[in-house]
């Protein structure tokens, strides 16, 4: 479980950056979004509250690391319209999303909490999952990895040459349970 708070607002101006102009509604949302957090029994991510660059939306994040490893293996994201959102998995530094189902993608409207309910079971779902490291050693020293979703087998980043012969994976390696 987590014992920090999720979606914590950092301050731009720490960064020498203008601070956050969210208005009243995005701040309602924000706060039934962490009301909806605050009894996640899951792994901590990190997770981001800001606008994309183009600032054309309320944006909230959550990032799946492999800590050990220092990777970022995906993100997901929201965006925050005021009486609809759009949501899925981030395909871009500018978190533009992957549009289509097989990526979690969804828009919703309705009330700011029933938007923000339907969003934190959405984040919920994605961090409850656990995900493992698997790897391929070569020969050589090197070795191919991927990581995927234990329930599903969905990869979510790969790392070197994946045999495409089929080879059986040396090492199934848990990294969120």
Not at 11 to 20: A, K, L
Not at 101 to 118: N, Q
């Amino acid at each position: 479980m987590d014992v920090n708070s999720w979606f914590e607002v950092e301050d731009p101006e720490e960064r020498g950056e203008e601070p956050w102009d969210f208005d009243e509604v995005e701040l309602a949302f924000l706060a039934a979004l962490r009301a909806g957090a605050a009894d996640w029994q899951v792994p901590w991510a990190p997770s981001q509250v800001g606008r994309p660059e183009d600032e054309s939306s309320f944006l909230v994040h959550i990032s799946l690391l492999d800590e050990a490893r220092r990777l970022v293996l995906a993100e997901w994201a929201v965006h925050f319209y005021g009486t609809h959102v759009l949501a899925g998995k981030v395909c871009d530094q500018l978190f533009n999303l992957h549009e289509s189902p097989e990526h979690g993608f969804f828009r919703a409207s309705g009330t700011v909490e029933e938007l923000a309910e339907r969003c934190a079971g959405w984040f919920e779902s994605l961090l409850s999952r656990p995900v493992v490291r698997v790897e391929w050693p070569f020969r050589d020293g090197k070795h191919a990895t991927h990581w995927e979703f234990a329930d599903t087998g969905e990869i979510l980043a790969t790392r070197g040459s994946i045999p495409a012969d089929g080879s059986s994976q040396a090492h199934r390696l848990p990294v969120r349970p």
